[in-house]
């Protein structure tokens, strides 16, 4: 889900073509673009740089912008170029270089950027290039640059022609608007040739001589023949063809097929000992339009689209065609050992159950239906008995919907004997997410179907930064990830970055998403997986909220957890999930720790700044010590809850704890085999507080009660909700002023209900991005899980003041399955809600993650402000762990005691239990007293639950498990 949507990582890209030394984006229609001369005095490619002139020569609008050179705002001189009126999310104005540029050329780039209006905004620039064929590419320069009115925003970055300027009809520097309504300023543009690096370090030690897994990387043509040729052959055993397998780069104008490329990465691969990877074979993106349609001049009409019987001939004569030439050409000698033959299929948005669809793109399933999965896996094997065969897609390691579809497809072409032989995890992430659980989780998933998986376009972008703290950030995120690559070499066989350098990152150099920099050297990220004691910490951080979960265990389920992750020793063993909260007196720790492999010295050693190092270490076999803490044992591992004194350093809200946390794993001959931490994996913690993490200290978490009750859903406050509480919308996300909500909830037996008391003067529906209008948006936690990514329980309702609907999540993808009605007031407007809980039996006492926003448009229809009850990061589209709570309350009374589970349980026991839901609904399990008893879902299968009961506080006491509002049986299993 997404409050904004962005273009899709079109992963399998470097999307770009073979033109440039970068991976590009495939774009809108081909254009011509005008002829223009650059200044051979001083090496600059651009006339007219800093906009003096009135004179836009060598510019091109594309007929959806309106430049014109103004003093309204410059960065040197008098004036700069403003663009205005911009109709394309996805195409810009244009600088032509196609005459200026050469061929296997490197040049720099610098400009700056200003916004014209007070609304910040984001910027990409790019050089954009269309080939002989159409086809059109983008590189980019820099990618995501936010940009304000108050100052300027210096850009920079490089190109690399790596296409013969015969095969280019169109190349220039483009820039591209995230927000179409927003103008902006350019000036001062530098376009001036460089030399290339400083050359390979050779005395590195090589990555593919550190892993057991296969260390792969994407290339384009041009990295072949130049410097990035030795780094590809010292550093990794495998090769992937950027662009040049892909089906458009495949084909001439004729539409016959031309393999002159493609077959010199196979000679490459042969000739320097390196395995090849073989991508792609079928995709939406970068495939011929005849392919799909009888009308080139209106190839995306479905009425003009082939039948189903012609596509499916197309799809098996190129497959067969691309297998058999080089299996016919190579033979034994040839280096493939898999392909990608089915390319990104699965729906973002769990549209088609879970397969993309038209409305995604994929003309594939709008012909041929889902099932076209099934006829290309199916061709390819009878093209290539022995090659392996793999699913290829990006957003699967987020472990939400689209992994869950990925794995029903998966499943479900399995069950079938279609031959499948793995999944492809494109995996461009961030430097914070998603977690490395989350990656854990995926991976081991698909492995669960005994299918091999494969990280195939592995990079880390910085978002937009480039500073020492934030490459540093970068360096932990790769040793998080090969540890984690390494630890799972049961299912991780191979590795594939994408892009050996970060000249060559579709991502541009100003993420920062390589291993090495775009002079080719190393940066803090290798030297972390080849020397790890010599990289530097940035401490970690998180939220703690105030309270004390002693008096009320309830609390522990409003706060989210984070993990210790990061291994000192080892690349893989326990972790564990890490909640806090604090109160004047006591910082209170729950850690859930996994360890398959119990002893009695493992356990946990939790670290405090209180004066200097506080250490206290809690065992399996003999606690905490003088701590109080308890030690529980589970299913999965154990279980620590422990308090530390901190009254002494007078903790207050907006304060600071230096903390951290390491999880120490004993094999059964007592031997230590790994170390975890959430901070400082350079194990300085017993003598040092400078590396750890940062506890944030917070007010207590939100928590608001949702009252039993039915409004009708039309627009119009009922009587009902006079009964219910109301909370504010008070949380800044983007400005600091502008339109708010007063909020209330109530629910029933089949809804969760929110009306809206919208404050906003001005009402403006104008901007084509729904986020952008005047609206509201309801974020819904069913589990209350507080996931870093979400599941399918979890859905962004948004409802602008028109009543137009619209969001993201598979819980709320069905547009029709909610319902909600608008009004105008003499304040603003009203929004009334009904959302469905069918993934639960609600039922009093039943804990929600919740949050609310308000989304203010200004009279130009750009969004100038964004607040929320709850979350602050702006990530609510995609990230479930900073919601608030809502309890549900005053319903009426439908629990069920069931006596015969009722046990005499003690501090040290648990008990197990299987409970099997007659009705299909989901359970809610109550259990005892507030603050003795906790309950822990272990696992479900099929309608059977199986729940832990454990206490966390007193002994003695009898338990018993309330199922509310479900007939059960309950077998005790322990």
Same mark, same amino acid.
């Given at each position: 889900?997404?409050?904004?949507?962005?273009?899709?990582?079109?992963?399998?890209?470097?999307?770009?073509?073979?033109?440039?030394?970068?991976?590009?984006?495939?774009?809108?229609?081909?254009?011509?673009?005008?002829?223009?001369?650059?200044?051979?005095?001083?090496?600059?490619?651009?006339?007219?740089?800093?906009?003096?002139?009135?004179?836009?020569?060598?510019?091109?609008?594309?007929?959806?912008?309106?430049?014109?050179?103004?003093?309204?705002?410059?960065?040197?001189?008098?004036?700069?170029?403003?663009?205005? !009126?911009?109709?394309?999310?996805?195409?810009?104005?244009?600088?032509?270089?196609?005459?200026?540029?050469?061929?296997? #050329?490197?040049?720099?780039?610098?400009?700056?950027?200003?916004?014209?209006?007070?609304?910040?905004?984001?910027?990409?620039?790019?050089?954009?290039?269309?080939?002989?064929?159409?086809?059109?590419?983008?590189?980019?320069?820099?990618?995501?640059?936010?940009?304000?009115?108050?100052?300027?925003?210096?850009?920079?970055?490089? @190109?690399?022609?790596?296409? !013969?300027?015969?095969?280019?009809?169109?190349?220039?520097?483009?820039?591209?608007?995230?927000?179409?309504?927003?103008?902006?300023?350019?000036?001062?543009?530098?376009?001036?040739?460089?030399?290339?690096?400083?050359?390979?370090?050779?005395?590195?030690?090589?990555?593919?001589?550190?892993?057991?897994?296969?260390?792969?990387?994407?290339?384009?043509?041009?990295?072949?023949?130049?410097?990035?040729?030795?780094?590809?052959?010292?550093?990794?055993?495998?090769?992937?063809?950027?662009?040049?397998?892909? &089906?458009?780069?495949?084909?001439?104008?004729? #539409?016959?097929?031309?393999?002159?490329?493609?077959?010199?990465?196979?000679?490459?691969?042969?000739?320097?000992?390196?395995?090849?990877?073989?991508?792609?074979?079928?995709?939406?993106?970068?495939?011929?339009?005849?392919?799909?349609?009888?009308?080139?001049?209106?190839?995306?009409?479905?009425?003009?689209?082939?039948?189903?019987?012609?596509?499916?001939? +197309?799809?098996?004569?190129?497959?067969?065609?691309?297998?058999?030439?080089?299996?016919?050409?190579?033979?034994?000698?040839?280096?493939?050992?898999?392909?990608?033959?089915?390319?990104?299929?699965?729906?973002?948005?769990?549209?088609?159950?879970?397969?993309?669809?038209?409305?995604?793109?994929?003309?594939?399933?709008?012909?041929?239906?889902?099932?076209?999965?099934?006829?290309?896996?199916?061709?390819?094997?009878?093209?290539?008995?022995?090659?392996?065969?793999?699913?290829?897609?990006?957003?699967?390691?987020?472990?939400?919907?689209?992994?869950?579809?990925?794995?029903?497809?998966?499943?479900?072409?399995?069950?079938?004997?279609?031959?499948?032989?793995?999944?492809?995890?494109?995996?461009?992430?961030?430097?914070?997410?998603?977690?490395?659980?989350?990656?854990?989780?995926?991976?081991?998933?698909?492995?669960?179907?005994?299918?091999?998986?494969?990280?195939?376009?592995?990079?880390?972008?910085?978002?937009?930064?480039?500073? &020492?703290?934030?490459?540093?950030?970068?360096?932990?995120?790769? !040793?998080?990830?090969?540890?984690?690559?390494?630890?799972?070499?049961?299912?991780?066989?191979?590795?594939?970055?994408?892009?050996?350098?970060?000249?060559?990152?579709?991502?541009?150099?100003?993420?920062?998403?390589?291993?090495?920099?775009?002079?080719?050297?190393?940066?803090?990220?290798?030297?972390?997986?080849?020397?790890?004691?010599?990289?530097?910490?940035?401490?970690?951080?998180?939220?703690?909220?105030?309270?004390?979960?002693?008096?009320?265990?309830?609390?522990?389920?409003?706060?989210?957890?984070?993990?210790?992750?990061?291994?000192?020793?080892?690349?893989?063993?326990?972790?564990?999930?890490?909640?806090?909260?604090?109160?004047? !007196?006591?910082?209170?720790?729950?850690?859930?720790?996994?360890?398959?492999?119990?002893?009695?010295?493992?356990?946990?050693?939790?670290?405090?700044?209180?004066?200097?190092?506080?250490?206290?270490?809690?065992?399996?076999?003999?606690?905490?010590?003088?701590?109080?803490?308890?030690?529980?044992?589970?299913?999965?591992?154990?279980?620590?809850?422990?308090?530390?004194?901190?009254?002494?350093?007078?903790?207050?809200?907006?304060?600071?704890?230096? @903390?951290?946390?390491?999880?120490?794993?004993?094999?059964?001959?007592?031997?230590?085999?790994?170390?975890?931490?959430?901070?400082?994996?350079?194990?300085?913690?017993?003598?040092?507080?400078?590396?750890y993490g940062k506890l944030e200290l917070s007010a207590s978490a939100n928590l608001a009660k949702a009252v039993y009750g039915t409004p009708v859903v039309d627009?119009?406050?009922?009587?009902?909700?006079?009964?219910?509480?109301?909370?504010? +919308?008070?949380?800044?996300?983007?400005?600091?002023?502008?339109?708010?909500?007063?909020?209330?909830?109530?629910?029933?037996?089949?809804?969760?209900?929110?009306?809206?008391?919208?404050?906003?003067?001005?009402?403006?529906?104008?901007?084509?991005?729904?986020?952008?209008?005047?609206?509201?948006?309801?974020?819904?936690?069913?589990?209350? #899980?507080?996931?870093?990514?979400?599941?399918?329980?979890?859905?962004?309702?948004?409802?602008?003041?028109?009543?137009?609907?619209?969001?993201?999540?598979?819980?709320?993808?069905?547009?029709?399955?909610?319902?909600?009605?608008?009004?105008?007031?003499?304040?603003?407007?009203?929004?009334?809600?009904?959302?469905?809980?069918?993934?639960?039996?609600?039922?009093?006492?039943?804990?929600?993650?919740?949050?609310?926003?308000?989304?203010?448009?200004?009279?130009?229809?750009?969004?100038?402000?964004?607040?929320?009850?709850?979350?602050?990061?702006?990530?609510?589209?995609?990230?479930?762990?900073?919601?608030?709570?809502?309890?549900?309350?005053?319903?009426?009374?439908?629990?069920?005691?069931?006596s015969d589970t009722t046990k005499d349980i003690t501090v040290k026991s648990a008990y197990q239990f299987r409970i099997t839901v007659k009705n299909g609904a989901?359970?809610?399990?109550?259990?005892? +007293?507030?603050?003795?008893?906790?309950?822990?879902?272990?696992?479900?299968?099929?309608?059977?639950?199986?729940?832990?009961?454990?206490?966390?506080?007193?002994?003695?006491?009898?338990?018993?498990?309330?199922?509310?509002?479900?007939?059960?049986?309950?077998?005790?299993?322990?």
């Amino acid at each position: 889900m997404r409050n904004k949507r962005r273009p899709g990582v079109r992963a399998a890209g470097f999307l770009l073509a073979a033109v440039m030394g970068f991976s590009l984006i495939s774009v809108g229609p081909a254009y011509a673009a005008g002829g223009n001369e650059s200044n051979a005095t001083t090496g600059e490619l651009v006339t007219n740089s800093g906009f003096e002139s009135s004179d836009l020569s060598g510019w091109n609008n594309n007929g959806i912008s309106t430049l014109s050179s103004t003093t309204e705002a410059s960065h040197s001189g008098s004036r700069s170029l403003k663009v205005e !009126k911009i109709g394309s999310t996805w195409m810009g104005p244009l600088y032509n270089l196609l005459t200026p540029v050469q061929y296997h #050329h490197t040049y720099q780039v610098s400009l700056y950027l200003k916004g014209a209006q007070s609304a910040a905004t984001t910027e990409s620039v790019l050089v954009h290039r269309v080939d002989k064929n159409g086809v059109g590419y983008d590189m980019s320069i820099a990618q995501d640059v936010s940009i304000s009115a108050k100052e300027w925003t210096k850009v920079t970055g490089q @190109f690399t022609l790596t296409e !013969k300027k015969e095969e280019v009809t169109t190349l220039g520097l483009m820039f591209r608007s995230k927000d179409a309504s927003k103008n902006y300023y350019v000036d001062d543009i530098s376009i001036k040739e460089i030399s290339q690096t400083n050359g390979v370090q050779t005395n590195l030690t090589p990555l593919k001589s550190k892993y057991d897994f296969t260390m792969g990387c994407a290339a384009v043509y041009s990295d072949l023949i130049d410097d990035h040729a030795q780094l590809l052959t010292h550093h990794f055993d495998s090769l992937t063809a950027g662009n040049e397998m892909k &089906a458009s780069s495949l084909y001439n104008s004729k #539409h016959e097929l031309d393999f002159t490329t493609a077959d010199k990465f196979v000679d490459f691969a042969i000739a320097n000992n390196m395995k090849l990877r073989g991508h792609n074979l079928v995709w939406q993106s970068q495939v011929p339009d005849w392919w799909f349609t009888t009308n080139l001049s209106d190839p995306d009409n479905p009425k003009y689209f082939v039948s189903k019987e012609q596509l499916l001939k +197309t799809m098996k004569t190129h497959i067969t065609s691309v297998l058999q030439h080089f299996k016919q050409k190579y033979g034994s000698k040839s280096p493939f050992y898999c392909w990608d033959v089915v390319n990104e299929p699965i729906s973002n948005s769990h549209q088609n159950n879970g397969i993309k669809g038209l409305d995604e793109g994929s003309k594939w399933e709008a012909i041929i239906g889902p099932e076209y999965i099934d006829y290309a896996l199916r061709y390819a094997h009878e093209a290539d008995p022995d090659m392996k065969l793999f699913i290829n897609d990006y957003g699967i390691v987020n472990d939400g919907q689209k992994t869950t579809d990925l794995y029903n497809e998966a499943k479900k072409l399995l069950q079938a004997g279609v031959p499948l032989d793995g999944i492809g995890l494109q995996m461009h992430i961030d430097v914070d997410s998603p977690s490395i659980s989350s990656i854990k989780d995926a991976i081991e998933k698909f492995g669960s179907l005994g299918l091999e998986v494969q990280v195939t376009e592995l990079d880390v972008s910085t978002g937009g930064k480039t500073d &020492a703290v934030t490459l540093a950030k970068a360096a932990r995120r790769y !040793k998080q990830l090969f540890d984690l690559f390494e630890s799972e070499k049961k299912y991780i066989k191979v590795v594939t970055v994408w892009g050996s350098a970060d000249d060559g990152s579709w991502l541009g150099a100003n993420n920062s998403p390589m291993l090495f920099d775009t002079a080719l050297q190393a940066k803090p990220a290798f030297n972390a997986l080849v020397q790890a004691a010599g990289t530097p910490v940035v401490p970690t951080s998180a939220k703690s909220c105030q309270g004390n979960p002693t008096a009320d265990s309830a609390l522990w389920s409003t706060v989210s957890a984070w993990s210790t992750d990061t291994f000192i020793k080892g690349t893989g063993g326990a972790t564990a999930a890490v909640k806090t909260m604090w109160d004047s !007196k006591n910082l209170y720790v729950q850690a859930d720790v996994t360890d398959s492999t119990r002893s009695a010295k493992d356990g946990i050693t939790l670290y405090l700044n209180n004066n200097g190092v506080k250490a206290y270490p809690i065992t399996l076999s003999n606690s905490g010590g003088k701590l109080k803490a308890a030690v529980q044992k589970t299913d999965t591992g154990y279980t620590v809850s422990a308090a530390i004194p901190i009254q002494n350093l007078k903790p207050a809200v907006g304060g600071q704890l230096q @903390f951290d946390v390491q999880v120490l794993d004993y094999n059964a001959k007592n031997a230590l085999t790994s170390i975890a931490t959430w901070s400082d994996f350079q194990n300085t913690q017993s003598k040092s507080t400078a590396n750890y993490g940062k506890l944030e200290l917070s007010a207590s978490a939100n928590l608001a009660k949702a009252v039993y009750g039915t409004p009708v859903v039309d627009g119009k406050e009922d009587a009902a909700w006079q009964k219910a509480p109301a909370f504010d +919308t008070a949380t800044w996300v983007t400005g600091k002023s502008g339109a708010t909500a007063k909020v209330q909830t109530m629910w029933d037996q089949k809804n969760l209900y929110v009306l809206y008391h919208v404050t906003d003067s001005v009402l403006n529906s104008s901007n084509a991005n729904a986020w952008e209008q005047d609206s509201i948006e309801t974020f819904l936690d069913v589990n209350n #899980h507080k996931s870093p990514a979400y599941e399918s329980d979890d859905g962004q309702y948004r409802v602008s003041y028109k009543n137009a609907k619209s969001g993201g999540g598979a819980a709320s993808a069905d547009l029709n399955a909610w319902t909600s009605a608008t009004s105008k007031t003499d304040t603003g407007y009203l929004v009334e809600m009904a959302i469905p809980l069918t993934s639960i039996t609600p039922a009093n006492g039943t804990m929600l993650g919740f949050d609310a926003q308000v989304n203010d448009a200004d009279a130009s229809g750009a969004r100038t402000g964004v607040v929320t009850w709850s979350d602050s990061t702006g990530k609510s589209y995609t990230d479930t762990s900073h919601f608030g709570n809502l309890e549900l309350v005053g319903g009426p009374a439908s629990s069920q005691f069931v006596s015969d589970t009722t046990k005499d349980i003690t501090v040290k026991s648990a008990y197990q239990f299987r409970i099997t839901v007659k009705n299909g609904a989901y359970p809610n399990f109550v259990v005892g +007293t507030a603050g003795v008893f906790r309950t822990q879902l272990v696992k479900k299968s099929g309608s059977d639950y199986f729940i832990k009961i454990f206490t966390v506080g007193k002994s003695g006491a009898k338990a018993g498990i309330y199922v509310n509002g479900v007939k059960v049986s309950v077998a005790t299993v322990r």
